[in-house]
């Protein structure tokens, strides 16, 4: 079981890396945000994996309101770049 | 190891390859527009089928679990609805070979 | 000139700090009062959450302040901008209805995970501030997705208002029984269970209304000083 | 206060929205706390009742009527037809994604919709953005405007043939007749 | 009788917090509440201080919160140091509200009170509280009501000043906080006494750097030298009565935090010189920079800070006489200080320019009498507190044989005398232009008190000589401290 | 010890922002900079190695296998404490803004010192 928690967790650490090297690229603000929302949801999934490997059930509910401050913080930026605030 | 662990940690492998597909997507798209194509759905789906996997891993969890995946899938492609509205207005135009854009288009007869 | 010498500064403080944390050994236990308050909680507070535990009864009295922080923050905010309005002549876009929609529907779901962050403070990793930031965010998105919306001040704060006392009486009502301020004054139940913990919930779901109005509060009186009004 | 009670003898359909809201978000306080302890429960009607009480307006408008069982036969074929899409979708990306000449031509083509109901749009909207290809910008009054990986120069109607399809119709079950 | 709620020092944190709860409540009720409500809260707590600090001077009271004991939980000392600090914030809190009763127009009101009573009682809370993060904690209250105070009125250049405050006070936070992670690493405790007894595992290069820490927290917030750039601005930005309060309470409450963390967790005589060095610094430099100034609130404020770094001057030599006169100057500068700044608001209005002075003595008669004695008093002229307070801290620096000290210190008297003598002259001398104006009664009378304090102690300074040598042995006395918080 | 220095360096770069940074609102997102720094180093303290939550939540955790809860608290702390100074910080910028209509501290004349 542990082998399989180190393959996905490194399936999933890969995927962060990836894209954070959009976020970084750029070129403009929405492409980073792009990248900030898929980093959210990568770390979402992560979170709950990681409540799987502690075995700790109250965990999820990190991950729980993780993604919703994602979601959040997207459509806030989301608003602020049509100048909808 | 029974039936639903297996299914729990197929459901996770799948979800944590899809989520390395929408990665690798951002960053090898054109342009904006096809980069949330890519980001949205590959990562929604992704991050769907990881939870759900874990939930069937640990069927304790399940409705937990159910319940994150069912806000995912309302809540992200919301966000990006608002994020690609937001580009669109802020003067970002997507790539186009046959310059299909009605939306510029309209909202351009609007102004006018 | 003026680069080089803020980079002597930064570089000299981050040697000192870094110099202070050197001798202290990283992922090893340091815990003098930590181990009381791990040990204790369970059988003395009641509460399974040891961090909650710390935060409402041991160190309560931090936890009366840092509201009070919070409430002069909204407070002071209140009067620095008192009577500032955005120009109507500002034009805001309006957003989608798909984004309105989607704020209605998901609105009262965030409001009730909030509210069980933080009934279920002493049980989980939650607890007031975290379940009234919840409430917040979710008066956020209402914000940004409906047009022209208000928040209802008054009954904010009178929300805020009857939270604080509520928080001050509860510390309050332990003098008056006898005991010490903030002192715990209800049955401390069965560990594990909502109605547990004693006096905790009840601070808790005071301090989680009172986080929930005045963030939101602030929010409210951020966005009406950049929203023109018709 | 007194609105509150205007408003609940103005709207005929008040209970059944309430308690609409009330079992919706009573199934989720269920799903949230995973127990069934007798305190678990009785807190979560007491809580659900009060944050359906000031929330019940804005979220729903038709109430008890969702609950049909032909509704409720149609909401689970939606999801079945949705969950077929969002797989094909994504070995769809996966293609484009993997393909080394990324075989794409985007554009931004629009179509009218039949539906009135604003939650439907809403769903009709992200069951399009999580389907293949397609990823919604914007909504005017009832004309999508959709980012789309194939755009072809197309009329409206085929437009919505092509991309809402297989979801309009089940919608228009069950929100709308 | 029996009582419902037994006296106890926590009342002095919890009625005001009751109160500011209750305030945005009964405002609706109606608008007069307002107004009286932080008064009735400054009465009742004036009144536990009259109960209680009696009972300090004899025993310290040690009063645990939440029934822990202190290395668990948060203790309250309120021992006769404490308690003088605490009843003349009191009593400054009410004398303040007298005078906002009718000089305080601008809306909203109610915000104004609730965080005039916040900046009152944090700044006890900093002076009550045995433990160093709720210390932190009553530290932010105090700042974020000052910083509020500071930006309170609307009118240009109000909001830079509150901005440069809260970038300063910001950085004044994080490095108490700092320190305190620092000291929790190391002894894994939060209660001051426990700290003082666990110190000798922290390695004496990070109790250096701890020390500095803290030096410049507490310091920017008690206007050391290099540390008091926002000072001038906030003082002159803030409403009068908050000047007054910045003056008598919040610099008062900082330098209290300093001395006490400084006695209990870094007893070395370097730390004191280096306290004593700044102080004697703070107070030539300011000195020297308020004889160029034309607005008479940056005036009073750089005068402020150097009586400030005479008090610090005096702590830093930390014997029993040094801070028995370090008590003295604090209190004579509380009192004075407040004293002028209201006198001057109440004269000249928001705009102090000096010229506004011009001829007041014909005009406003009782007010010019008043801002001359507070000038006469903070020089440090025979009759009045400024003498005593003056003489027992050259008496102080006589005797531990700092000559130069000494000297420093009645060559600042000089400049000091130039400039108040110069605005004093501008009321009697000058003629002035005929606007005339009312002043309210009850502002009066709040100025007056004040004044009364000046002449009481000047009259009879033995009457409070008492308490202050009890306050400076109850600082100084680390051991018996200790003790009294750790005994179950 | 790579915890220390990793806080200790956001800590720096919010300093930094807020001495050499010319916009207010940068200079604002400084401050809550050195108060992440700060919160980040005061979690890592806090940290045991193999600990878990210090929540009794499941059966069979004992208090060894578990965090130092004290630093977790202070945290919660500072963080409420250094949302309401950035809050104040930023109405005051917002009125800054609408005397001046510039957030930049070079053409604010009074900002400078």
Redesign the interface.
């Known amino acids: 079981m542990e082998t399989f928690y180190y393959i996905i967790g490194g399936i999933l650490l890969l995927a962060l890396v990836i894209a954070a090297f959009r976020f970084f690229q750029g070129p403009t603000a929405p492409d980073r945000v792009i990248a900030l929302d898929a980093m959210s949801i990568i770390l979402t999934a992560g979170l709950v994996m990681l409540a799987l490997v502690f075995q700790r059930f109250i965990y999820i509910d990190v991950a729980l309101i993780y993604s919703i401050l994602g979601f959040m913080g997207i459509v806030s930026i989301a608003r602020w770049m049509e100048k909808g605030i | 190891m029974n039936i639903m662990t297996i299914i729990g940690m197929a459901l996770t492998t799948q979800g944590a390859l899809f989520l390395l597909l929408g990665a690798i997507g951002i960053v090898r798209m054109p342009d904006m527009y096809t980069r949330m194509q890519a980001g949205t759905k590959a990562t929604t789906l992704g991050a769907m089928s990881f939870i759900l996997g874990i939930g069937f891993m640990e069927p304790a969890w399940l409705l937990k679990t159910i319940l994150i995946v069912v806000f995912i899938a309302l809540s992200n492609p919301i966000s990006s609805h608002a994020l690609a509205r937001a580009a669109h207005r802020s003067g970002i135009f997507p790539l186009s070979r046959e310059n299909i854009d009605l939306y510029k288009r309209d909202n351009q007869e609007d102004k006018s | 000139m003026k680069k080089l010498l803020a980079t002597f500064l930064l570089g000299f403080i981050g040697f000192y700090l870094y110099t202070a944390f050197a001798g202290v050994p990283f992922g090893e236990s340091k815990m003098k009062v930590g181990k009381d308050y791990l040990e204790t909680t369970v059988p003395k507070t009641g509460a399974v959450n040891t961090v909650t535990s710390i935060v409402v009864n041991y160190r309560g009295f931090d936890t009366l302040g840092e509201v009070t922080v919070l409430f002069l923050a909204a407070t002071g905010l209140g009067a620095i901008l008192f009577g500032m309005k955005g120009k109507p002549e500002d034009k805001h876009r309006e957003p989608s209805s798909i984004l309105t929609t989607g704020a209605k529907a998901l609105f009262p779901i965030i409001v009730l995970l909030g509210a069980y962050i933080f009934i279920h403070g002493h049980l989980t990793p939650g607890g007031g501030f975290q379940g009234g930031t919840i409430i917040a965010t979710g008066v956020l998105m209402l914000i940004l997705g409906i047009k022209k919306f208000h928040a209802n001040h008054a009954l904010l704060s009178i929300m805020e208002s009857l939270a604080g006392i509520t928080f001050v009486v509860a510390g309050i009502l332990g003098l008056a029984f006898g005991k010490t301020f903030l002192e715990n004054i209800l049955p401390l139940g069965t560990p594990g269970q909502v109605f547990s913990a004693g006096v905790i919930p009840i601070i808790y779901v005071a301090v989680g209304f009172k986080v929930g109005a005045e963030l939101a509060g602030v929010l409210d009186t951020m966005m009406s000083t950049t929203r023109g009004e018709e | 206060m007194d609105g509150l009670f205007q408003r609940f003898a103005k709207d005929k359909e008040y209970h059944v929205r309430f308690v609409f809201?009330w079992i919706i978000?009573f199934a989720?306080?269920?799903?949230?706390?995973?127990s069934l302890?007798i305190?678990?429960v009785l807190?979560g009607v007491i809580?659900?009742g009060?944050?359906?009480s000031f929330?019940w307006k804005?979220?729903t408008t038709k109430g008890l009527h969702y609950l049909h069982p032909q509704r409720i036969f149609y909401i689970l074929l939606y999801i079945l037809v949705f969950l077929k899409e969002?797989?094909k979708?994504?070995f769809h990306?996966?293609w484009?994604?993997?393909h080394p000449k990324?075989p794409?031509?985007?554009?931004?083509?629009?179509f009218p919709t039949r539906l009135k109901s604003?939650?439907a749009?809403?769903i009709l909207?992200?069951s399009i953005?999580?389907t293949p290809?397609?990823?919604?910008?914007?909504?005017?009054d009832n004309?999508y405007?959709i980012?789309w990986?194939e755009?072809?120069?197309m009329t409206d109607e085929e437009a919505a043939q092509s991309i809402a399809g297989p979801f309009e119709n089940l919608l228009i079950k069950i929100f709308e007749d | 009788m029996p009582e419902l709620f037994p006296l106890s020092p926590v009342h002095y944190v919890a009625a005001p917090l009751l109160a500011a709860f209750l305030l945005p409540l009964v405002a609706k009720l109606s608008r007069s509440f307002i107004k009286i409500l932080p008064g009735l809260t400054f009465l009742y707590v004036l009144y536990v201080s009259a109960v209680l600090f009696p009972h300090a001077l004899q025993s310290p009271i040690i009063e645990q919160i939440a029934g822990w004991a202190p290395p668990l939980g948060i203790n309250l000392y309120y021992g006769p140091m404490a308690g003088l600090f605490a009843s003349l914030f009191s009593a400054l809190g009410f004398i303040v509200w007298l005078y906002s009763l009718t000089q305080m127009k601008q809306e909203p009101l109610d915000r104004f009170y609730i965080l005039l009573m916040m900046l009152v009682a944090g700044a006890t809370g900093i002076v009550l509280t045995g433990d160093i993060f709720n210390l932190f904690v009553f530290m932010e209250i105090t700042a974020i009501s000052a910083f509020s105070l500071t930006a309170f009125l609307r009118e240009d250049d109000k909001a830079e000043a509150g901005f440069k405050y809260i970038l300063i006070g910001s950085l004044a936070s994080t490095f108490v906080l700092l320190g305190i992670a620092v000291l929790y690493s190391y002894t894994g405790t939060l209660n001051l006494a426990d700290l003082a007894l666990s110190m000798e595992k922290v390695p004496l290069s990070v109790r250096v750097i701890v020390f500095g820490l803290f030096l410049v927290g507490f310091g920017i917030e008690a206007e050391i030298f290099p540390l008091n750039g926002w000072a001038p601005d906030a003082y002159s930005a803030a409403p009068a009565p908050v000047s007054a309060l910045f003056a008598g309470i919040t610099v008062k409450a900082a330098l209290y935090a300093l001395a006490r963390v400084t006695i209990l967790l870094f007893p070395f005589a370097g730390s004191m010189a280096l306290i004593s060095i700044l102080g004697l610094v703070t107070l030539v430099i300011s000195e020297l920079a308020a004889l160029h100034q034309k607005n008479l609130f940056r005036m009073l404020a750089y005068s402020s800070m150097g009586q400030v770094g005479l008090a610090i001057a005096a702590l830093g030599l930390f014997t029993a006489e040094g801070v028995y006169a370090a008590l003295f100057a604090m209190i004579n500068h509380a009192i004075v200080k407040g004293m002028l700044f209201l006198a001057v608001f109440a004269m000249a209005g928001g705009s102090a320019n000096l010229d506004n002075l011009n001829g007041m003595g014909r005009k406003k008669p009782v007010l010019s009498f008043m801002f001359t004695l507070g000038a006469f008093a903070i020089i440090g002229l025979p009759p009045f507190s400024g003498f005593w307070s003056k003489l027992s801290v050259l008496t102080a620096m006589g005797q531990t044989g700092n000559y130069i000290m000494i000297a420093i210190v009645l060559a600042t008297t000089i400049v000091e005398a130039t400039y108040y003598l110069r605005a004093t002259g501008r009321l009697y001398l000058s003629e002035g232009s005929p606007v005339e104006s009312k002043t309210p009664l009850s502002a009066i009378a709040a100025v007056a008190v004040l004044a009364a304090g000046i002449l009481w102690i000047g009259f009879f300074p033995g009457s409070i000589d008492e308490i202050l040598t009890a306050g400076a042995q109850d600082l100084l006395d680390t051991a018996k401290y200790t003790e009294g918080v750790l005994k179950d | 010890m790579i915890y220390y220095i990793v806080s200790i360096i956001v800590m720096l770069i919010g300093l930094y922002a807020v001495l050499m940074k010319k916009n207010l609102i940068k200079i604002v997102v400084g401050l809550s900079l050195i108060d992440s720094g700060t919160h980040l180093l005061l979690v890592a303290i806090g940290f045991i190695k193999g600990g878990t939550a210090p929540i009794y939540s499941e059966p069979g955790l004992t208090a060894d296998a578990m965090v130092d809860p004290v630093p977790q608290a202070l945290v919660l702390t500072a963080i409420v404490i250094g949302v309401a100074v950035t809050a104040v910080a930023l109405a005051m910028v917002i009125r800054i803004y609408a005397q001046h209509k510039t957030l930049d501290i070079r053409k604010i004349r009074s900002l400078k010192w």
């Open positions: 809201s978000l989720i306080w269920m799903a949230l706390t995973s302890q305190q678990e807190t809580t659900v009060i944050v359906a929330t804005n979220f969002l797989v979708s994504n990306v996966a484009i994604v993997l990324l794409i031509s985007p554009g931004i083509v629009r604003e939650t749009k809403l909207a992200n953005t999580l290809g397609t990823l919604s910008v914007d909504i005017k004309m405007y980012h990986l755009a072809k120069n």
